[in-house]
Structure formats: C-alpha cells, structure tokens
C-alpha cells in the first residue's frame, strides 16, 4: 500500500471499523503480555471496564495515560488485521465521559451478576479505561510483518492428559449381560 495524503484518514477509518465489529480486541500494556478484552468503541476509543468480577487487567499496567497497544482481528477470518498503539484515559467515575461510556458498556456486557446495580457497582468497584488511537497502525493490510509474531506459551503448571488405561474401553463399551 502506498502512502497518500489520505492515508492518516483511512487507517483512522480502519482502525475504527475493526473495533467496532470485533467482539474482542488483544491488548498489551506496559508489561505484561497481550490480554483479549471485550470492548465498545464509544466516541472515537475503546472503551472498557475493569476490576472484582470483571474483566482482570492485572500486571498489564494499564493506567492513566500509559501506552497500550491494541490488536483487532478481521471479523470474518479471525486473523490480525490491525495494530494500532492506544493512550490510556482511566475516566471519573460519574464524570459525563464516564456516564456515556458506561451507557454503552452496559449493554455489551453479558450476564452480569447483578444487571440492574452494574453502574454503581463499576463506580464504586471498578475502572472503566478508555484506549484512544495515538498514531498510525503499526500493522495493516499492506504492512504485515514477514515472520512468525506468535507468542510463546506461558509457563504452566499443567500437564498433557495421560494415555487413558488399557483396560479402560472394555469398561466404557462391553454389552450388559441380561
């Protein structure tokens, strides 16, 4: 893809479309590796909520006005589609921002324990973040990396299943006797 004069403005538009039509976006902080996190782009960012019995952001250092960047995958193929870098706004609670950016999360947000006290629950308990575009896609169609950008897996105590037991399909299958 070349580079025009429209160019600031199409990425703005990509960056927007994508946010706006994928359920998840993956998003890196300061450290930490990339989270997916379910979102609503409300007023030209992403805007999401936080904190006991949401979404956990922990160790990702998301606060306010920290840099994140943001990865959105393509709807119907389900690959990357654009990263973009994000400046992280943490908005006040009850503040007209936070008000119009929780009107909108509350309606993306599925099955919540307590639906008809979300507002005040997420004013006392929560932060809602909102992640706006701070420059041009660092990849785009057109400008995707060459090599491999999979992560390594995290450490994990977890181990692979074990071989089930000979003896354990002449249990699960024989033929009651009558």
């Known amino acids: ?16 479309e994508t946010a706006k039509k994928s359920g ?19 007023e030209g960012a992403v805007c999401l909520v936080t904190g006991p019995g949401e979404q956990p952001v ?6 306010d006005g920290s840099d ?3 990865t959105a995958r393509s709807k119907d193929k389900g690959g990357r589609l654009v990263v973009w870098p994000a400046r992280v706004t943490e908005l006040a609670p009850r503040s007209p921002q936070w008000e119009a950016a929780v009107a909108e999360l509350k ?10 006290n979300l507002a005040a629950r997420w004013a006392a308990e929560c932060r809602v973040l909102r992640l706006e575009p701070a420059g041009d896609p660092m990849q785009r ?5 060459d090599g491999s950008t999979a992560a390594v897996p995290l450490p994990t ?3 692979t299943r074990n071989p089930a037991p000979a003896g354990l399909p002449k249990l699960l299958f024989r033929r009651r006797r009558k």
């Open 1 to 16: 893809m070349t580079e025009t004069a429209d160019q600031p403005l199409l990425s703005r538009a990509l960056i927007e």
């Open 24 to 42: 998840l976006l993956w998003v890196r902080g300061p450290y930490g590796p990339s989270r997916a996190l379910w979102h609503v782009w409300h």
């Open 58 to 63: 922990d160790g990702l250092g998301l606060a």
């Open 68 to 70: 994140a960047t943001v």
């Open 107 to 116: 309606g993306k947000r599925l099955n919540a324990p307590d639906s008809e």
């Open 141 to 145: 169609p057109g400008a995707m990396p």
């Open 157 to 159: 105590p977890a181990t």
